[in-house]
């Protein structure tokens, strides 16, 4: 293979991981989570940048918090 096409694909390969990255923390930042949990996925994502994104993608922003689909809680009567 040649240097270039090595080049190419190691460039490319970067950008495709800088892309999941940075959507990862655009998708934090623009969640309806609450600003401690945004600091904390945001964290995650900084000490750990490929496993923090990879669960934000899956699980982070399919959770009802992040989506604002928590149901609101109504006050206890009696």
């Avoid at 991981?17 to 945001?42: D, M």
Wanted: hydrophobic content about 60%; aromatic content about 12%; glycine content about 6%.
């Amino acid at each position: 293979m040649s240097a270039y096409v090595t080049v190419f694909l190691v460039c490319a390969l970067v950008a495709a991981y800088l892309v999941f990255v940075i959507s990862a923390l655009i998708g934090v930042v623009r969640s309806k989570l609450e600003l401690v949990h945004k600091a904390a996925w945001i964290v995650a994502i900084f000490v750990f940048p490929f496993l923090g994104s990879l669960v934000w993608h899956f699980v982070g922003k399919k959770s009802r918090s992040a989506l604002g689909n928590e149901q609101p809680v109504s006050p206890q009567v009696g």
